[in-house]
Structures are given as structure tokens and as C-alpha cells.
């Protein structure tokens, strides 16, 4: 196994710890205490991001065929990927999704004019500056290309990678401390749950 196979899954590992305190800070913080926790949470979190493609760079710098072909990943990552990582409207969507499962659960509430706070709590300016964020990302996506010379591949994948960073900060920045959680929770579950089913999928193939 490669450093950056090995960094890989050891960058999953610490993930899921983060995602466990997450959902403790969710249960069990107070209305006082809840936003600080939330923000360090928060914080730990895009540090995290940020050192995943500070280490993918080097990487790439070193041996960008190896690391657009991703043999750290399964077969159904591998289909998902979008220049060697996750297409940056996946975030816009985990958003819109979790806000409606939200909302219907909470509808009762909200036509008894009571406000949760969460994601299915989103203001009618938050929606709007998502879409305009969902339409500047998906411009910046659209004008990426992969028929650039191989010297250029690496600067590629460098764009590709801050545009990444670039919509989860501008997200982050929009929502409030709790919904920033209950989003990055949502965002981890997704990247977890692709995970499993696609190493299982690739062993009953193998079986096969």
C-alpha cells in the first residue's frame, strides 16, 4: 500500500471520529453551550478537509496519472468522481435533500409558527444564495478541461480541488452553526455509505 493509500484511510478513520463527536454534540449540548461546540466541531472539520488535499496535491505533484486513476477507491467512487474527487453540486444537493426530510418532519411545527433551527429551517435568503452558489459552481465545473496537455493535470486537479473547498466554505458561511453540523454530518454519512456499498459491490464481483 502507497503513503497516500495508507493517509487515505487513515483520513477516513479520523473522519468518522469527527462525525461521532458531531452527533454527541448534537444530543447532548445546551442551547448556551451549543454554538461554540458546533464552531470548533465545524473548525476541526475543514481542517481536516483542507490537509486531505494539501497531502492529495503532493501526491499529484509526484504522480498525477496515479492519482486520477485512484486505486485507493472502489469501483462505484471511481464512477462517481468528478476530476479525481466528488463534483462540488453534490454539496447543493445533500443540502436541498436534508432540508425537505427535515421540513416534513418538522411541518407541524412550522405552521404552529415554531422555528427549529435546523436545515428543514432554511430562510428564503439562504435558499437564494444557494442557488446562485449551485450556478457559479456549476459554470466553474463546465469550463474545466480534460483535454488539457498532461503537464497541465496536475493544475487541473489543484483547480478542481479548491473549487471543492471553495463551495464548502461559501456553504458553511451561509448556514448557521447547527445547520453547518447537521450538513456535514449528512455529507460524511454519504461518502461512508458509497464507501461500503461499493467495496461490497466490488467483492461479490470478484466472487463472481
Known sequence: MTSFQEFHEEWHEQLRELV???NKAARCATNQEENEL???LIQRVTSHSKEYY???SLAAKNDVLYVFTAPWSNSLERSLNW???WRPTTAFHIIYSESGILFESHIADILNGCRNG???DL???QLSRFSELQCEDSANEISGSMDAKMERLVGILERADQLR???LDNLLQL????QAVEFLIAAAHLLFGIRTWGVNHDRQRSKG
Do not use: E, F, W
Open 20 to 22: 461521532r463527536q458531531m
Open 38 to 40: 458546533y464552531r470548533k
Open 54 to 56: 494539501r497531502v492529495k
Open 83 to 85: 476530476i479525481s474527487g
Open 118 to 120: 435546523d436545515l428543514g
Open 123 to 125: 430562510s428564503s435568503n
Open 165 to 167: 473547498l471553495t463551495t
Open 175 to 178: 448556514l448557521t452553526a447547527r
